[in-house]
């Protein structure tokens, strides 16, 4: 009866751990470092990835159809869909969000153009950086002088996703099969994965920098942290 009783204890203890919520944060309820009030408008889904390179069988490459939106030879629809996703990037916190997300250094991210506490989310930031670099490749479309802030800024986003892949961990395990047109097994990418629903923070993004969730500007205050006020 003792052992029975210390199963259960054990039991019990293990559905405990598994049930209980790190400080850190969780993916589906948000980390610590996530902005507070986007927390509630986190919600997952699983999304099936595309993208993986098909190959005819004479050893031509090309990416289908339903990943070519954003991939792909430069187009105005292209940029369109580009901008879709990153447009509107920036917001203001309020005084107290900009403690609460920064603490007692909040103070040196006040942004006087803004008019207040400007961030950038890290999804539309990273997203911002992809698309900085496709736009690298095309120089006849997006003609760029390589000056020393834009190879700073290429690297700057290369470093950025570098961090970020490593951070998040994905453990997804992609397979590969035989492909004809190269006589060997090629990556098959396209698998399913749990993610935030990107739509509904975007949403919620779009309407904290000019819906009715947004921080208006101040103008008027903390102009002594500017230099020589």
Not at 42 to 62: C, M, S, Y
Request: charged share 25%.
């Amino acid at each position: 009866m003792v052992g029975v009783l210390l199963q259960v204890n054990g039991l019990l203890r293990v559905h405990e751990l598994c049930n209980a919520v790190s400080p850190e944060g969780t993916f589906e309820g948000g980390f610590r470092t996530d902005f507070g009030p986007a927390k509630q408008h986190i919600e997952l889904q699983e999304v099936n990835f595309t993208g993986t390179p098909h190959v005819t069988d004479d050893g031509f490459f090309f990416i289908p159809d339903e990943a070519s939106k954003y991939v792909g030879e430069p187009s105005d629809e292209m940029d369109e869909a580009w901008e879709a996703l990153i447009g509107d990037r920036g917001i203001l916190l309020s005084h107290q969000e900009a403690i609460d997300a920064w603490g007692p250094q909040h103070e040196q991210f006040w942004n006087q153009g803004s008019g207040g506490y400007y961030a950038d989310f890290e999804m539309l930031h990273m997203l911002h950086c992809v698309n900085q670099i496709r736009k690298l490749f095309a120089p006849e479309r997006y003609p760029m002088v390589l000056n020393n802030r834009l190879r700073v800024h290429r690297d700057h986003c290369l470093n950025s996703l570098r961090e970020h892949i490593m951070c998040k961990g994905d453990l997804t395990p992609l397979p590969t099969k035989w492909t004809p047109g190269i006589q060997h097994n090629y990556i098959e990418a396209n698998r399913p994965h749990i993610c935030r629903n990107f739509q509904k923070l975007r949403e919620f993004a779009t309407n904290r920098k000019k819906g009715v969730l947004a921080v208006q500007p101040d103008f008027e205050q903390k102009k002594g942290l500017l230099p020589g006020r």
